[in-house]
T-cell receptor
Framework: DGGITQSPKYLFRKEGQNVTLSCEQN?????MYWYRQDPGQGLRLIYY???????QKGDIAEGYSVSREKKESFPLTVTSAQKNPTAFYLC???????????FGPGTRLLVL | AQKVTQAQTEISVVEKEDVTLDCVYE???????LFWYKQPPSGELVFLIR??????QNEISGRYSWNFQKSTSSFNFTITASQVVDSAVYFC?????????????FGAGTTVTVRA
């Protein structure tokens, strides 16, 4: 089945720890995105990538890092510099930057 | 400034009632795209519709219909004869090519609860 997978479903982070969220797609999409959702709010863009080996900061990139070494993969690292990481993280992809974005099932990050 | 406003935070209806979700947007672009997504309790965002700014025709898909009015910058969504499975958070979103990142600017969402 074609789609977007995110893992893990739940992730726990200790103080000072970096954690990495996985996002994989087999839709052959060029563009991939990471959004953050806080309770009762809409989604906000963290990072996006329109092509392999290229990515750009979104509105709330501080404390996060990404890589795009393969077309199908766009992992997000939440670093210790992100002081309020508890949120629901959603990955999306689209055939091209201006096309419809399709979302993965999300990862819920909690701080211990 | 908020680019997408969903004024209704929560709507509760009884099954088979119709429900309309309001969405008002703000943009200076002449070409832009509007979207509706559904987020059921599982959390995944499900794409419902995409509309470009040059296509003002209303659209119907089964029990769902959308009313795009450029003059009032609104893109409202109606669920006809609601069912319990329609219970979810619904998001309206805007994409503006001028932003270069084509990000989706989301409204805060409207929580729809359909009671049996």
């Amino acid at each position: 089945d074609g789609g977007i997978t995110q893992s893990p479903k739940y992730l726990f982070r200790k103080e000072g720890q970096n954690v990495t969220l996985s996002c994989e797609q087999n839709l052959n999409h060029d563009a991939m995105y990471w959004y953050r959702q806080d309770p009762g709010q809409g989604l906000r863009l963290i990072y996006y990538s329109q092509i392999v080996n290229d990515f750009q900061k979104g509105d709330i990139a501080e404390g996060y890092s990404v890589s795009r070494e393969k077309k199908e993969s766009f992992p997000l690292t939440v670093t210790s510099a992100q002081k309020n990481p508890t949120a629901f993280y959603l990955c999306a992809s689209s055939t091209a930057a201006q096309e419809t974005q399709y979302f993965g099932p999300g990862t819920r990050l909690l701080v211990l | 400034a908020q680019k997408v406003t969903q004024a209704q935070t929560e709507i509760s209806v009884v099954e088979k009632e119709d429900v309309t979700l309001d969405c008002v947007y703000e943009t200076r672009d002449t070409t832009y795209y509007l979207f509706w997504y559904k987020q059921p309790p599982s959390g995944e965002l499900v794409f419902l519709i995409r509309r470009n700014s040059f296509d003002e025709q209303n659209e119907i898909s089964g029990r769902y219909s959308w009313n795009f009015q450029k003059s009032t910058s609104s893109f409202n969504f109606t669920i006809t004869a609601s069912q319990v499975v329609d219970s979810a958070v619904y998001f309206c979103a805007l994409s503006e090519p001028s932003s270069n990142d084509y990000k989706l600017s989301f409204g805060a969402g409207t929580t729809v609860t359909v009671r049996a």
